[in-house]
Structures are given as structure tokens and as C-alpha cells.
């Protein structure tokens, strides 16, 4: 199992210490580095940033969003950061919900999620291989367009550039167990969200038989402590936001998810105080032990003694959302 280190989004300004924990991640023998996004900064230009300062780590989006960008220009953003790192870009992509689709990108909510994300992807592939000009007769994404409103001018193009590596890797970020299985037809890896080793049945049959060489990468917050609860407070309070406040109340995918993964009565408890304004009980309602079994908290010890059921599971990525260099030299340690 390799490691990598999740840095997520910027809160209210850049992040001090991304580039010095990115470059120490390095040092250490981390395989990969990712950025995120949500509805504040970019994933990838802090990414090229910290590419311009590291020399051998991967530098992954975990996850670009795909309606901020058609297709055609994520993979402008990735073929060229590509070269600019030598060959280091792994693209993950996600569809986020409603809420971020429809309330900050000004764009409908795809009808069909699924069709949606697989026409995206095709068109990715598509500029990557840069085979042929690009086209796509898709229901969500077609080019050149045919819409009523354009000239009816528009014709297939290829990139001018040549991508660095047609095989490129793309990583879904899925949620639902159809989103996962169709993740493991189409894409090289899958980035889950909240990943439980002793729970892989909750993301369906679709994990029995993957392809050779399919990476799966879930996130972790990672954290070495003496006091449990304490280090257990920063996960909760993401899963406070994520399942309360990432959605609407009638469509949560987070809230979906914690639903199947037993929690269904906390998920709805925790979504009717975060919509209440009352953020603080919302957080203090996330139960512990879903906390820590989605996380790696603790003395070095129990760490040690808890990695091993990821190592056991098809996991073949941890991407740690470790708060200090302190931590990211333990987990290296616990996992050579």
C-alpha cells in the first residue's frame, strides 16, 4: 500500500504550510500529493505550485470538479501540467451534487449522472490520445456543439500540443455502488470518500473483481495523538459539514453514503442541525465510532495495530490528510 498526502482545498487563504509538508511528504517516500476544490480555490494551480518545488512526487487532483471546467479544458489543465512536472499528473474528477452544480457553476445538475461522468471521461481520453480530432455526439457534452444558439461553424479539433502520455491516469471520485461499478469500467482508479475497512460491502459487488493495476485511493485524516476523542474532533467536524452541510436536505450523496454504511438515523440528525444553523450539535452528533473507523487516530501504536486492516482490504493508496510533519513521518514508518 503506498502513501500519498491529501492537502484537500484552501480555507479562508492559502494554506502556509502545503508546500513545506508536499516537499517533506517527498523526503519521506510518499508516492503521491492531491489537491481539491470545492467552492473557493482551484485544484490545480496550488498543485502547479508545489510541482515547481518537488522533483520526484505524484501530484494528483482528489478531485477537480467536472462542471467547472468542459472536458476539453481539464485536459488542457492536465496535459500541461504533465510536462511541466515530467510526467507526475494523476486526474481525478468528480461530479460534486446539485448544491455546488446548480448554486456556484450556474449549470444543471445532470439527469443522468452516470452518462454524464462517462462522456466526460471519453472526451478527456479523447485530447489525451490525440488520435483523431475530438468529437462526441454525447447527451451532455457535444462537440463540436449543435446547440440551436450557435452558428452551426464549429469543427472537430486536435490538441496542438502532444500530450506527454496518452494513458494518463483518471481517477473517479463515486460514491453510490452503480457510480463505483461503473468507476471500475472506465477509469483507472477510484478515489472513495469515506472508506471503512471493515465495511466493503457497502460500496456493492463492484470491488470483487477489479482490473489489474486499478488503483483505489481513499482519503484518511491521519493523526497521532495521545487523547482519541480530541484527535477524533477534526473528523467530525468535516463529517459535520460534509453530511450536513455539502446538499440539500432532500439530496445528500454524503449523507446517502453514511446512510449505507449503518448510520442512517445519525446522518439525518446530524443534516437537520447543520441546516438549522446549529453547527456546533451537528458536529457533536457525528458519532465516534463512525469517526474512527474512517480515520487513523491515535498513539503510534494503535495506528499500527488499525493500518493493518486497510493494508488487508483492495486499498492500494492511502491518501493521508495529515496535519503535521510529525505524523507524516509515523505513518511512513508504520507502513515500510
Not at 459487488?205 to 482519541?228: S, T
Not at 474512517?294 to 488499525?306: K, M, N, T, W, Y
Amino acid at each position: 500500500m503506498r502513501l500519498g498526502l491529501a492537502l484537500g482545498y484552501w480555507g479562508r487563504g492559502p494554506s502556509a504550510d502545503h508546500v513545506s509538508l508536499a516537499r517533506e511528504a517527498e523526503r519521506l517516500g510518499y508516492d503521491s500529493v492531491w489537491t481539491a476544490e470545492s467552492w473557493g480555490s482551484d485544484a490545480f494551480t496550488p498543485l502547479t505550485w508545489i510541482a515547481a518545488q518537488t522533483s520526484t512526487i505524484k501530484l494528483g487532483t482528489a478531485v477537480a470538479q467536472m462542471a467547472a471546467r468542459s472536458p476539453t479544458t481539464t485536459a488542457m489543465h492536465a496535459l500541461t501540467l504533465d510536462h511541466l512536472s515530467g510526467g507526475r499528473v494523476m486526474l481525478g474528477l468528480g461530479l460534486s451534487g446539485p448544491q455546488v452544480v446548480e448554486g456556484w457553476y450556474g449549470r444543471p445538475f445532470p439527469a443522468s449522472p452516470l452518462t454524464a461522468t462517462r462522456e466526460y471521461v471519453e472526451v478527456v481520453r479523447q485530447v489525451l490520445r490525440r488520435e483523431a480530432p475530438v468529437s462526441s455526439d454525447g447527451r451532455f457534452h457535444t462537440l463540436p456543439y449543435r446547440g440551436p444558439d450557435g452558428t452551426g461553424l464549429g469543427k472537430p479539433l486536435k490538441p496542438i500540443t502532444h500530450p506527454l502520455r496518452p494513458g494518463l491516469p483518471v481517477l473517479l471520485g463515486a460514491e453510490g455502488p452503480k457510480n463505483v461499478a461503473q468507476t471500475t469500467r472506465i477509469a483507472d482508479g477510484w478515489l472513495p470518500l469515506y472508506w471503512s475497512p471493515s465495511r466493503p460491502e457497502v460500496y456493492g459487488p463492484a470491488l470483487a473483481d477489479l482490473p489489474e493495476g486499478f488503483l483505489v485511493a481513499p482519503m484518511a485524516q491521519v493523526r497521532v495523538c495521545d487523547d482519541v476523542a480530541a484527535g477524533l474532533l477534526p473528523v467530525k467536524a468535516m463529517l459535520g459539514f460534509y453530511i450536513g452541510g455539502m446538499g440539500h436536505a432532500a439530496r445528500n450523496f454524503h449523507a446517502d453514503l453514511m446512510s449505507r454504511m449503518g448510520y442512517e438515523e445519525e446522518a439525518r440528525r446530524i443534516q437537520e442541525l447543520f441546516l438549522a444553523g446549529r453547527h456546533e450539535e451537528a458536529v457533536r452528533a457525528v458519532p465516534d465510532a463512525f469517526a474512527d473507523e474512517i480515520s487513523l487516530v491515535g498513539p503510534r501504536e494503535r495506528i499500527a495495530e488499525r493500518l493493518e486492516s486497510w493494508r488487508k482490504g483492495p486499498v492500494t493508496d492511502l491518501l493521508a490528510l495529515a496535519p503535521d510533519p510529525h505524523t507524516l513521518a509515523v505513518l511512513a514508518e508504520l507502513n515500510s
